[in-house]
């Protein structure tokens, strides 16, 4: 831009190309104005939504029978709920991008719901129904961190454009297999992803009490993210409603705290305990992960 006003400026300096460089400079000038004022598009291809949001569901053995129907009947029920599909409808583009896939000490290849796009009662059923549909089964172990560097993956390369992408990960247990929860939770929100938890404390087992801080510390990450504990069966389906509701939405909300959730523990997390725990009941190795 300047270098084409300076040359204009020299140019019409002599009364022999003045008349010829005013006209090419004053139209040079106009699309170099219009470029700069012009905002980059998206790319053609993509579709704007509200949110990218990615449900990674623990299926580890901690989670007994009932509690992985309840966690699965959780799901299916709030996707179908009128006040999920009203958050969708009520966001600037009215439709969000959501993909599921579950976990346990490692991801299988055949545990993964795609992305589809959700923007009302029919789309949301739909993919209610994939869930609905899947299997019951649980594999041993619980990788937290393999699940959240996983999710984070989910978003390289999706044909959507978002302000938010959040990972919505549930759980009853700390991370015992692979890298460090807090290595993984803090690559994915230096990339601008939300993680928040929903720690399962039903059967809480009696090593591991405060899951609830453990995943407030450890486990969750970004702006306004949030964990939302469930303490009773009696929670489940509503407490997934709801924290769905609010992902969708982004509203602020009680549970955004940024501090840890104290529930009458005396000192900090160890966010290695469960690993530390795993070394010392069991084969560290866990071979059969992989088969």
């Known amino acids: 831009m300047r270098r084409a006003l300076s040359l204009c400026f020299h140019a019409c300096r002599h009364p022999k190309t003045a008349a010829r460089f005013w006209a090419t400079c004053t139209s040079l000038l106009a699309c ?50 009128p006040d999920f599909i009203n958050a969708v409808r009520l966001g600037v583009t009215g439709r969000i991008a959501l993909t599921y896939f579950e ?34 089964r649980s594999f041993r172990g619980t990788s937290i961190s393999g699940a959240l560097a996983f999710g984070a993956k989910l978003f390289d390369g999706t044909a959507f454009d978002a302000p938010r992408r959040v990972i919505d990960i549930s759980g009853d247990g700390p991370n015992n297999i692979g890298m460090p929860v807090t290595t993984t939770r803090d690559a994915a929100v230096a990339k601008g992803i939300v993680v928040n938890g929903l720690p399962i ?56 705290d940024p501090g840890p959730i104290r529930i009458g523990a005396a000192a900090p997390i160890d966010c290695l305990q469960g690993e530390r725990d795993r070394r010392f009941f069991s084969d560290p190795y866990f071979p059969e992960l992989n088969r």
Request: hydrophobic share 50%; charged share 20%; aromatic share 10%.
């Open 103 to 136: 976990w346990a000490g490692t991801v299988r290849d055949d545990a993964v719901i795609a992305w589809q796009v959700v923007d009302g009662a029919e789309s949301a059923d739909a993919f209610a129904d994939k869930i609905e549909a899947r299997p019951f």
């Open 32 to 81: 170099l104005a219009c470029a700069q004022a012009a905002p980059l598009a998206a790319p053609a291809d993509t579709i704007a939504v509200d949110v990218e949001l990615v449900l990674a569901v623990d299926i580890s053995h901690s989670m007994d029978e009932r509690e992985f129907a309840l966690q699965r009947a959780g799901y299916v029920e709030a996707l179908r709920h």
């Open 201 to 256: 404390l039903i059967s809480p087992s009696p090593s591991f009490s405060h899951l609830d801080q453990y995943y407030a510390e450890c486990v969750t990450g970004g702006p306004g993210s949030f964990v939302l504990p469930v303490y009773a069966a009696s929670e489940f389906v509503t407490a997934i409603r709801r924290k769905l509701v609010l992902e969708v939405s982004g509203i602020a909300h009680p549970w955004a």
